[in-house]
């Protein structure tokens, strides 16, 4: 005879709802961000001439504030979900994210910014 199965956990609606709200405001920030990146090209401008950029600093600095906060906010949802679908608090797992894409993407304007001589962030 089989023990009965283990009881589940019951549903946190304010962690749910919480985590959703955050998720969105997320999605937000990391599509803004994106959009902001491609503005990074104009750091380039003083760049020729006189002036020697360091242009392959500059072309990491573009990709890692392109590519990381989608990535960030990618790997921040399906922890989300993973997290809420085990009925575990998952609040923190969208805040979290939103801080480290707003990390990732200041990181990689400031590698762009650092390829200028003589410009500051």
């Excluded at 797992?93 to 410009?119: C, K, N, R, T």
Aim: proline share 7%.
């Amino acid at each position: 005879m089989s023990a009965p199965p283990a009881p589940r956990r019951p549903v946190i609606v304010w962690d749910l709802v919480t985590s959703i709200v955050l998720l969105v405001v997320a999605i937000v920030v990391a599509a803004g961000q994106t959009f902001a990146a491609a503005f990074l090209v104009f750091a380039s401008d003083p760049c020729g001439g006189s002036t020697v950029c360091d242009t392959g600093r500059m072309g990491v600095g573009f990709f890692v504030a392109l590519l990381s906060p989608g990535t960030v906010t990618l790997v921040a949802v399906i922890a989300t979900i993973v997290l809420l679908v085990k009925r575990r608090i998952s609040f923190w797992v969208p805040i979290v994210g939103i801080l480290l894409a707003i990390g990732g993407w200041a990181g990689g304007a400031a590698l762009v910014i650092s390829g200028v001589p003589g410009s500051t962030f």
